[in-house]
């Protein structure tokens, strides 16, 4: 039997929802403390002020980076194409993280800045060791966080054959870059 959300946690997925549905303004801490259904004091507990629950966030989205890395660097198709395969928005926890944290980024917020900084670095580093060019390394990330932004805002067809034909053509770029 799954354990019910501990206080902290409902706490974390409340900001994360106010954030990706009403924006980082509405995420306020009596906000988030409605939504996840704890009271204000329940929320100080865990979170004495608003940047704690912007860093705990923070720190969730580093964990689900890092998973996601050894996933890219273990893969059998190497760094690159797993990174492009995988560039497509999908409602994982990772991209609601990342969707979270870019709102942050958008507002000002520096931790947010230099985590996700952190992150596309240790990607751009796994994909440079797979293909072994830093200028390739370089185009394939722009071409997957590309392909990522436009997938997150809808702006891909909406059939999965067209989106999986987008994907296919920068996998042949990518074999071009790399003959």
Known sequence: ???KPLARDKLLEAFERIVLTDGERAATLDAVAAVAGVSKGGLLYHFPHRQALVD????NLESLAT???????ASPRGAAREFLATS???DSALDRALIVASRLIQAGDDAARAAYARIEKNWLAAVLEDVGDPVVATAVVCMGDGLYQQASMGLLPESSAEKQKTLEQLMAALERLTA
């Not at 998973?67 to 660097?73: A, G, H, Q």
Request: glycine content about 0%; proline content about 6%.
């Open 1 to 3: 039997m799954p354990r």
């Open 56 to 59: 705990a966030m923070l720190v």
């Open 67 to 73: 998973e996601d890395l050894e996933r890219l660097t």
């Open 88 to 90: 497509l928005y999908e």
